[in-house]
């Protein structure tokens, strides 16, 4: 009747699991084994426990393994250094990085994670006596949480105290070291150990000794704030002994390890509705040599969706390289009629892309020189996010004029009698009409340096062109009364371009 009793009460409590945790299907279970003849630390996810995984893989003892709450982290213990100190390494056994050292002859233990993962609260020798103490993971400074005795810390889900066991007894200490106290839970001689609180902290889970004659060692509950005395209801018996209770992450379910207490490997197993003998399952590795022990149990990790980027509003970058046009001085690229010239720009955007990058004509291909004039080449880009910009250049086409032909110079004075006429001969390329010509002025200059002494004014002459030679004619009409002096002569074409030579006037 009393183990009914027991059963009916496990069941009404019904062990509550905390809102929003994640499934025990989406879990897994680590765990420490002896198996390759050292301790090493292995996990594997609980619905699937013949892909395990050793994490550490490392001559030295690890052991201890701790979950962080979001099963992201593993702390556990090592002695790769020379010393046993407090370890952490991600979930897959990547990355391990130490946490605490000490002094050679001190030694750290069963390390257990604050619910916001910022602190490991772990037993030390430290100092020369064994006491808790609490380190920063980010940084690894510590502080002294007891001052007496202390191992096999577990934190509460709230993150407010902290469970230990201390010379047989079961004691709660709050997080910053006050109001530290023994749990009352029963009258009783057998030593106690393992805390655990259960997912939403209502309960207090611990291994207890048997009374002599027995040998064994049962798992208890009782409310976290303890029995009064009554001992806590046992949720395992028989000839075994029981330690490191450790929950589900939906705190559905219960992971222990057992061996028998006359003798044996340690074996880790697991309770589907605590309390029920034909409940108590192996786990797989129990089919491994050596020991299986120290079970811990966490979340799958899921690597939180990482914030989505800024938006984009940043347009991209143009650049012109032809053709080009400076929008700080007058400089604009200058291409003969007819001339081949190739455009070459690009587009490039940092952030989400290019997505269009068009011009007047597409880059590599010919810009167009077909007639004289001042051009805009425009650009225009747009990323993936639709932030558009438009860049603009400017290039001339003229007229492939190459100086006037004999008998004018193009370097120096030419003499001519005043009163002829003067032949400007040159040539376009091709033939543009008459109108190519847009003007022609003449003004008196200084024959020794060229300046102008007057305001130039319209130059009278006649304009042909010979379709045989592609040449055009300005023949300049001059008087005598010009001669002993010079003046320049000036031909302005329709490109805009003006091209100047200068006569001295012989009698």
């Known amino acids: ?42 996990s594997a996810p609980f619905t699937s426990y013949f892909f395990e995984s050793n ?29 046993s100190d407090i370890w952490v390494m991600n979930w897959d056994g990547s990355t391990p990085r130490r946490i605490t050292t000490g002094d050679a ?61 201390a010379d047989g007894t079961i004691r709660v200490v709050a997080a910053d070291g006050s109001d530290d106290h023994q749990l009352e839970y029963c009258f009783c001689s057998g030593a106690a150990g393992s805390p655990a609180w259960s997912a939403d902290g209502r309960y207090m889970f611990f291994a207890r000794d ?22 806590g209801i046992p949720i395992t018996g028989g000839p075994y002994s029981y330690e490191h209770p450790a929950f589900s992450p939906d705190g559905s379910f219960i992971t222990y390890q057992r061996h028998d207490a006359a003798g044996g490997d340690d074996k880790i197993y697991v309770s589907f509705q605590p309390g029920s003998p034909t409940a108590e399952y192996p786990l797989a590795p129990n089919g491994q040599p050596g020991r299986n022990f120290s079970p811990t149990w966490g979340p799958k990790y899921v690597a939180p969706t990482p914030p989505p980027p800024p938006p984009d509003t940043t347009p991209p970058s143009i650049t012109i390289n032809r053709p080009t046009s400076s929008t700080t001085s007058d400089r604009t690229d200058v291409y003969t009629i007819g001339q081949l010239v190739l455009a070459d720009y690009s587009c490039t955007d940092a952030d989400s892309g290019v997505r269009h990058c068009q011009g007047t004509v597409p880059s590599g291909d010919p810009i167009d020189t077909r007639s004289v004039g001042t051009y805009e080449f425009l650009v225009f880009a747009a990323d993936q996010a639709g932030n558009p910009i438009y860049k603009r250049t400017h290039y001339t086409v003229v007229f492939a004029f190459e100086g006037f032909a004999k008998p004018i110079s193009d370097t120096g004075l030419t003499d001519m009698k005043a009163g002829d006429g003067v032949p400007l001969k040159f040539s376009l390329q091709g033939a543009y009409g008459l109108d190519a010509v847009t003007g022609t002025t003449q003004q008196p200059i ?21 379709a045989s030679q592609d040449r055009y004619l300005f023949t300049w009409s001059t008087t005598k009364s010009w001669s002993g002096g010079c003046r320049a002569v000036a031909v302005t074409l329709r490109d805009g371009t003006t091209h100047r030579t200068d006569i001295r006037f012989t009698k």
């Open 55 to 83: 994490l550490t893989n490392n001559p030295a003892d690890d052991r201890s393994p701790a979950y962080s709450a979001d099963g992201s982290q593993i702390a556990f213990v090592s002695d790769r250094d020379g010393r």
């Open 1 to 42: 009747m009393a183990r009914k009793l027991v059963l009916l009460l496990f069941c009404l409590l019904a062990l509550p699991s905390s809102a929003g945790a994640a499934s025990f299907v989406d879990s897994r279970v680590a765990y420490v084994s002896d198996r390759d003849g050292n301790n090493e630390i292995y």
């Open 446 to 466: 200084d024959c020794a340096n060229r300046a102008g002494l007057g305001a130039p004014a319209p130059a009278a002459g006649t304009l042909t062109y010979n």
């Open 105 to 165: 002859g001190s030694f750290d233990a069963t390390p257990a994670w604050s619910p916001d993962e910022h602190q490991i609260v772990f037993s030390s020798s430290r100092g020369g006596s064994s006491h808790l103490w609490v380190a920063n993971v980010a940084d690894g400074s510590l502080r002294q949480l007891t001052s007496g005795a202390g191992i096999s810390p577990s934190w509460s889900p709230d993150g407010s105290q902290i469970a230990y066991a």
């Open 210 to 231: 048997d009374e002599p004659p027995s040998t064994g060692r049962q798992l208890y509950f009782l409310t976290s704030t303890g029995g009064g005395g009554t001992g």
